[in-house]
């Protein structure tokens, strides 16, 4: 088993930057991939960007430029740097870890680009 715990949501002018962090624990030795997924109003869930263990990183198309992921393997968390926020990028954003053929969520926390 995977807990994960995100945090670092909150409202944000367009233009703005967040920082979201996931902390994992539990079989963590286990996870060979981490990453984010968001879920706006009325849309299906989209996979934002992924780590892997060894570093290798992708990134959706509508956040390439503007999303960073990084992880440290130390304090076993995961973060998303988001800059450059658009009303668009509104949603609940998830951490994901993928861990002997399972895929473990944290409980989302919710990101508003407004003025």
């Known amino acids: 088993q995977v807990q994960l715990v995100e945090s670092g949501g909150g409202l944000v002018q367009p233009g703005g930057s967040l920082r979201l962090s996931c902390a994992a624990s539990?079989?963590?030795?286990?996870?060979?991939?981490m990453g984010w997924a968001r879920q706006a109003p009325g849309k299906q869930r989209e996979l934002v960007a992924t780590?892997?263990?060894?570093?290798?990183?992708n990134y959706a198309d509508s956040v390439k430029g503007r999303f960073g992921i990084s992880r440290d393997n130390a304090k076993n968390t995961v973060y998303l740097q988001m800059n450059s926020l658009k009303p668009e990028d509104t949603a609940v954003y998830y951490c994901?870890?993928?861990?002997?053929?399972?895929?473990?969520w944290g409980q989302g926390t919710q990101v508003t680009v407004s003025s």
């Open positions: 780590i892997t263990s060894g570093g290798s990183i």
């Open positions: 539990g079989s963590i030795f286990r996870i060979h991939y």
């Open positions: 994901y870890a993928d861990a002997n053929s399972l895929r473990y």
